[in-house]
């Protein structure tokens, strides 16, 4: 919990108090449904709470904007970025059905009003008025704005152009040459957070 607080030290209470429940919350679920490897459940603060909160460092999101976590997994990035933005909505879709019995029981048990977990894949997600998707290492670029091209609203309201925010890791310049015709930005994680785990972390933007 101390590395949040390194990084955001104007959280508040309410948030403080979202974040600490995280653990046990987790540990519980992660024992009866494996959803988070077990070397990392030990780290969840540093390699799924912050790594999910690395979105909140380029970009924020304005009251009452709408945003579908695609492939959430566990529920990241989308959990965290809902702890962080309260007043943003946010969708949570992956298509295992065990991952999102987890995802469901972390929102009722935190009682967060601004989530809703949808099992689906994504071509089966009906919603067409979302302002930006994250991911979290779900698939290559071009695949997700194949999947997510039409579930984007023409309104933009954030400096940002509506569009595609991705948390991957590794060599990207095929995934960005697969969608070069499409603006993209590029941030690395290692400028915003010391650790050796985000040396490697970046956020691509790919706008709508």
Not at 95 to 102: E, F, L, T
Not at 131 to 154: G, H, I, Q
Not at 178 to 187: A, H, P
């Amino acid at each position: 919990m101390e590395i949040l607080q390194k990084y955001f030290p104007a959280l508040t209470p309410e948030q403080t108090a979202l974040f600490q429940q995280l653990d046990a919350v987790y540990q519980d679920w992660n024992a009866k449904i494996n959803v988070i490897s077990r070397k990392d459940i030990e780290l969840l603060y540093e390699r799924h709470v912050l790594h999910s909160l690395g979105i909140a460092k380029i970009i924020q999101f304005k009251p009452m904007t709408k945003i579908m976590d695609l492939g959430t997994g566990g529920g990241f990035p989308g959990i965290p970025l809902a702890i962080f933005f309260p007043d943003v909505e946010f969708v949570l879709v992956d298509s295992i059905g065990k991952k999102m019995r987890v995802v469901q029981e972390v929102i009722n048990a935190l009682g967060l009003k601004n989530v809703r977990a949808e099992h689906a894949r994504a071509e089966e997600v009906k919603d067409d008025d979302f302002d930006f998707v994250v991911s979290r290492a779900v698939a290559p670029l071009e695949t997700l704005m194949y999947w997510t091209k039409n579930m984007f609203t023409t309104h933009h309201f954030h400096d940002l152009s509506n569009g595609l925010l991705c948390l991957k890791g590794g060599e990207l310049d095929e995934e960005l040459a697969s969608v070069k015709k499409k603006q993209t930005k590029l941030f690395n994680l290692s400028d915003y957070f010391e650790e050796e785990y985000f040396s490697t972390k970046k956020i691509i933007y790919v706008e709508a």
